[in-house]
């Protein structure tokens, strides 16, 4: 056993959600540690190896999985790591490194509306969340702040102060899409973490058109720059530590955290206060992973539900050619959304939504597509032009219900450090392909608006993933159906803590990663106040004394 | 080296330089040299050469294709298959023979279960997209010369790289 480390709080995971409740732990004078499983990245070499790619349509390309710390890939083959019991395929992609999956995120920094966590009460379907978006707000707005978030007013997510930045400037694909969207559609600027001007050190954005894979400018916030500011909080960030226990005493406190280094030497690290921030899927598997003869279903898992209540964001979408020359690839790529269809009465009935308008430039697909159809000599310039510059895509975002079923669960197969490879239970549900069926008539409409020629539909019960890992560790307040109570606390050990988006009770139709980093904000207030509310509380009770 | 000197001036003006004529004439026919008029005046040490960097540019319609890329497309494409050379030469006999349209070849050789059916894909994918090969196998020899970039460079920047100050974007593209 190598060298004993320790800290007041050790958290799980160096994405963007563990670094921040790391920084804000460490901004208040704890000690913390991070564990990151996988390895120090650098920008530079993430945009090298995106140009230097064969697979330039796959976003995971630049980012090869270290050997002791595993993520799935699947181009150009399945590499098996994430483990398929269907009957719906789960395809999910992250990223185990120092930074996280927001390496190559689309910057989406999206609210939910209020009424996404309130769904049971009021339409009947699924969970009520433990809290309102009123108490959520101050939090999203101070993960708003660090982010440094771009928006608009028109999304349906309420706020009480205004967004840290103006929207980012709209390509001149999405004002021609807005304007003839006109009077059916309010098309609106996505709310996103990327720079409309220079913010906190970083520059403003300048349209490179590769969010995903990789933003080589430090435009948009990721989680390194999260990792970054911890590290100069002072928190202590080890990579490459594989954690594969948690170890409790025998009065159900955490007690350490095991972790192998990639020559599987064995360490220990003990602490106060553990965080559990290593994504919706390698969280639950390392719960599973630290069953007990007193815990003999895995940590925090007297509900049983740890792993369970899996959700994601599934897409039907439809591609077509406008009537004029648009040119999507211009700018950032994911810049404008229709947000009405996210709530309303329908919800009793079918899925919710978000309608999205990609501006990912068409020129791959669009060459794949005329190779496929053999079009060659002169003919393929003509044709590459005329349909890279009219080519258009929308796609719907669709609400999963949290479905005890649908799971993450340890395989028998092992990794090649010898722990077990998560194993996915999915389906897609008859709510949401309800919801996906009702959008086909938006999609229609949408193309009629804009002159569409050529519709071609996602096919028919097929459905792509969104990479939302979302619910496998639900908050609640019933400890006999949840995994952690309102401020992200395990409900059977009181120092152990769990953040990200798997905490989320619900999907909702919009991208989860600024909800999971508001959350935990508050979780870490939760652990240790800020000072400034310390203060504000020492002068409240000294009044309430004087009185 | 032949196809090197198919990107000086002299060489794309200059086709009746009777010298070069007659070095590549051996390759094509009438039809194929009236697809590639260029070619004509380029002389073809290497016959291999000549003809890829011949059915090269009738397949993709480019009047000129770079030299260095050739060179690293053709040394690639030949890594992945040793018959690589003896399919093109092949290929451009069949087409120089039958007159076929480009738009019309893959038809043509899908439709007559042709052992040269994949050629023409693969030739495609290394210059427009440029990759070579498939699978495991496939490598990227180019990205910001691959045609498919070249061809709209007017109006789109290849992914990575900037498009220009914030907010140009907004601009009507052409």
């Known amino acids: ?547 | 080296m032949a196809i090197q000197e198919a990107r000086t001036e002299t060489a794309l003006d200059d086709p009746a330089d009777p010298s070069r004529r007659r070095l590549l004439a051996g390759l094509l026919t009438a039809y194929t040299a009236s697809l590639i008029p260029w070619a004509l005046a380029q002389p073809a040490p290497q016959a291999d050469r000549g003809a890829f960097a011949a059915l090269s540019a009738i397949l993709v319609g480019r009047p000129s294709l770079d030299a260095a890329q050739a060179t690293r497309t053709y040394d690639a494409l030949v890594t992945d298959d040793a018959h690589f050379p003896t399919d093109v030469q092949a290929l451009l006999t069949l087409i120089n023979q039958r007159h076929i349209d480009p738009l019309q070849l893959q038809a043509t050789l899908d439709s007559e279960h042709s052992p040269l059916a994949s050629l023409p894909r693969r030739i495609m994918s290394a210059w427009v997209l440029g990759v070579v090969g498939s699978s495991e196998g496939a490598r990227c020899v180019a990205y910001e010369s691959a045609l498919n970039a070249v061809i709209v460079a007017d109006v789109l920047k290849p992914p990575t790289y900037a498009y220009g100050s914030y907010g140009s974007w907004t601009a009507k593209p052409v």
């Open chain 1, 1 to 547: 056993m190598a060298a004993l480390a320790s800290a007041d709080i050790v958290v799980i995971g160096a994405g963007i959600v563990g670094a921040l409740v790391a920084r804000r732990l460490a901004q208040q004078g704890a000690s913390v540690l991070i564990l990151e499983a996988g390895p120090r990245l650098d920008r530079g070499r993430i945009v090298a190896a995106f140009r230097h790619s064969p697979f330039k349509g796959n976003w995971m390309a630049p980012y090869p999985p270290s050997p002791w710390a595993p993520h799935p890939i699947y181009v150009p083959r399945d590499n098996g790591y994430l483990k398929q019991a269907g009957p719906y395929p789960y395809p999910a992609e992250y990223i185990r490194a120092v930074g996280g999956t927001t390496w190559h995120w689309a910057a989406q920094a999206w609210r939910l509306v209020p009424n996404d966590m309130r769904i049971k009460s009021l339409y009947g379907v699924g969970v009520d969340w433990p809290l309102s978006y009123e108490e959520l707000d101050p939090w999203y707005q101070e993960a708003e702040e660090i982010l440094g978030v771009a928006g608009a007013d028109n999304t349906g997510s309420p706020r009480q102060k205004p967004f840290p930045m103006k929207p980012v400037a709209e390509p001149w694909a999405m004002h021609r899409v807005r304007e003839r969207l006109a009077g059916v559609y309010p098309v609106v600027a996505n709310t996103v973490a990327r720079n409309s001007r220079g913010y906190d050190g970083r520059p403003a954005c300048v349209g490179n058109n590769s969010c995903q894979p990789i933003c080589p400018i430090n435009a948009q916030y990721l989680g390194i720059n999260a990792v970054e500011a911890a590290e100069a909080a002072g928190a202590k960030v080890i990579p490459n530590a594989v954690v594969y226990r948690i170890e409790h005493d025998v009065q159900g406190r955490i007690a350490a955290v095991h972790y192998y280094a990639p020559d599987k030497s064995e360490h220990r690290v003990t602490g106060k206060t553990f965080i559990l921030a290593a994504n919706g899927i390698e969280s639950p598997k390392l719960l599973l992973l630290s069953a007990s003869s007193k815990y003999p279903n895995g940590l925090a898992n007297r509900s049983g539900a740890v792993g369970r209540h899996l959700m994601d964001h599934p897409s039907t979408s439809l591609t077509f050619y406008a009537d004029e020359e648009i040119w999507l690839g211009r700018g950032p790529q994911s810049p404008s959304s229709i947000n009405t269809l996210r709530d309303g009465a329908f919800r009793s009935q079918h899925a919710p939504y978000r309608l999205d308008f990609t501006n990912i430039s068409q020129v791959l697909n669009v060459t794949n597509d005329l190779i496929k159809e053999g079009v060659y000599g002169a003919a393929f310039a003509k044709q590459l032009r005329w349909r890279a510059a009219r080519q258009i895509n929308v796609k719907n975002v669709l609400e999963v219900l949290p479905n005890p079923d649908n799971r993450i669960t340890l395989s028998s197969e092992k990794d090649a450090m010898g722990i077990p490879k998560p194993e996915a239970h999915y389906a897609i549900d008859a709510y949401t392909r309800r919801g996906a069926e009702v959008s086909k008539a938006d999609f229609a409409r949408i193309a009629e608006l804009m002159g569409g020629t050529g519709l071609r539909y996602s096919a028919e019960g097929s459905f792509a993933n969104n990479q939302h890992i979302t619910g496998t560790l639900s908050m609640g307040n019933d400890p006999a159906t949840s995994v952690v109570d309102a401020f992200g606390r395990s409900h059977d050990h009181e120092n152990l803590f769990v953040c990200g988006t798997g905490v989320m009770p619900t999907a909702a139709t919009m991208n989860s990663t600024l909800t999971a980093v508001a959350l935990a904000l508050r979780t870490a207030e939760h652990i240790l106040p800020a000072k400034q509310a310390v203060v504000a509380n020492a002068a409240g009770d000294r009044e309430a004394g004087l009185a």
